[in-house]
């Protein structure tokens, strides 16, 4: 089979959507399947081209992935108009070399969502190459931009932004999403039940286990309270991080808990100043992906915030890894949302922004250590039973092969 994919994100991007769209493209290549990438310069998640990645457009083979490297506009405080910019820049920039791309005849044009704006680039390049198409939705973009206040979701702009996803999600073969609930918010869209297909992220089930011993990071980083609340991946506006830091001035008094918090994003300035006060905060960048086992098994609790409404809307990609390091999670989501179901049974749900209850679920585990041991039990077993990245990946391409018949 012959793909050509189109994503904003790609490895060798290590957190998020680039992480998975480059494991699934290693997949398809490892199957022995031919792969063209039309992708972005790395830039997340700090938010500018990583060094090494100037210039204009580039090309390589990479792990049997032919990637041709577009330029794009990236804004170093991602407002909502720079937002679109930013996707609009992207859309323009892959238009030549999915083209290209498509002159090669695949079989398959498969995008992910961000960016829905270079979708229609995705559907143009099926039509010229007779090639089946889908789309992957990680993010219901322009509902989380209202959700999270980048834009008004009232005005003629968002409802000009809805019509276009109606309309995005009703011209592909395949649409596919990350949750039961999401593949279900596809329904209400219009988007018909036999082109609905579910293709979750997945955890890093054999490079990320329980940690038996201390983690090294402990020692490195000076940590000498017996308990660390752990917070790792993107601060934006989605992740509502704010209230990891409300939750840390409640507990400050205690001298048994750290809260630790690793990442990059356009948030990060801001996190810094509401935290300088707090001896009991430690902000570090993100750390290598090769030592994420280490980072995660350091936590007595892993954080998991969101803000309001946005918890069906997204599934948050780090949940998966925080299973797999058998810890229990303390997340923040409405009760039946997608985000609250992934977390009953292996962890505790509070309402979002609500700081106090945020908090007392975390003192709550850290004061009872057989619950949050047999809650991190479930949390290891679930990731091993739903999150498993062959089966998960069989799968996809399994539904290919279907598609194509």
């Given amino acids: 089979m012959r793909l050509l994919f189109l994503g904003l994100n790609y490895a060798p991007e290590e957190i998020g ?39 204009l457009w580039r090309r390589s083979v990479e792990h049997g992935v032919e990637v041709t490297r577009c330029p794009l506009y990236v804004p170093a405080h991602p407002t909502g108009l720079r937002r679109i910019i930013h996707h609009v820049s992207f859309a323009v920039s892959s238009l030549l070399p999915m083209m290209r791309g498509a002159g090669k005849r695949p079989d398959l044009v498969m995008t992910t969502a961000p960016s829905l704006i ?25 509902e989380a931009a209202a959700a999270t206040g980048l834009v008004d979701g009232s005005g ?67 940590i000498t309270t017996p308990h660390v ?7 934006a506006n989605k992740q509502g991080i704010e209230l990891v830091i409300e939750a840390a001035r409640l507990l400050q008094a205690r001298d048994d808990l750290t809260f630790v918090i690793c990442g990059e994003g356009p948030n990060r300035a801001r996190l810094e100043a509401e935290a300088a006060a707090l001896p009991n905060v430690r902000l570090h960048d993100l750390q290598p992906r090769e030592r994420l086992g280490e980072l995660l098994g350091m936590a007595t609790v892993h954080l998991l915030p969101q803000l309001a409404g946005a918890a069906d809307l ?11 390091s058998g810890r229990p999670v303390v997340a923040t989501a409405d009760p039946g949302t997608g985000l609250a179901d992934e977390v009953d049974g292996v962890g505790m749900v509070t309402p979002p922004g609500d700081a106090a209850a945020f908090a007392d679920a975390i003192a709550r585990l850290v004061d009872d250590p057989e619950r949050a041991a047999r809650l991190g039990k479930a949390a290891r077993e679930r990731a091993e039973q739903r999150w498993s990245r062959k089966a998960i990946l069989q799968g996809f391409i399994e539904k290919s092969g279907k598609i194509l018949k």
């Fill in 118 to 142: 270079a979708a229609p680039v995705a559907l143009l390049a099926a039509k010229l190459g007779g090639a089946r198409s889908w789309l992957h939705i990680q993010d219901f973009e322009v």
């Fill in 156 to 222: 003629l702009g968002a409802r000009l932004a809805r019509g276009f996803e109606r309309w995005v999600l009703q011209s592909f073969d395949v649409v596919s999403s990350i949750s039961p609930q999401m593949c279900a918010r596809l329904l209400e869209k219009g988007v018909q039940p036999d082109r609905v297909f579910q293709l979750r992220n997945w955890a890093d089930i054999d490079g990320i286990t329980p940690l038996a011993g201390q983690s090294a990071y402990r020692r490195e980083w000076n």
């Fill in 314 to 324: 997204v599934l948050p990609s780090k949940l998966t890894n925080m299973l797999a």
């Fill in 229 to 235: 609340a752990l917070y790792s991946g993107n601060i």
């Fill in 17 to 55: 959507i680039g992480l998975y769209s480059g494991e699934m493209l290693r997949c398809w290549a490892d199957e022995g399947h031919q792969a063209q990438v039309v992708a972005a310069k790395p830039y997340y998640p700090q938010w500018r081209v990583w060094p090494g990645f100037g210039g």
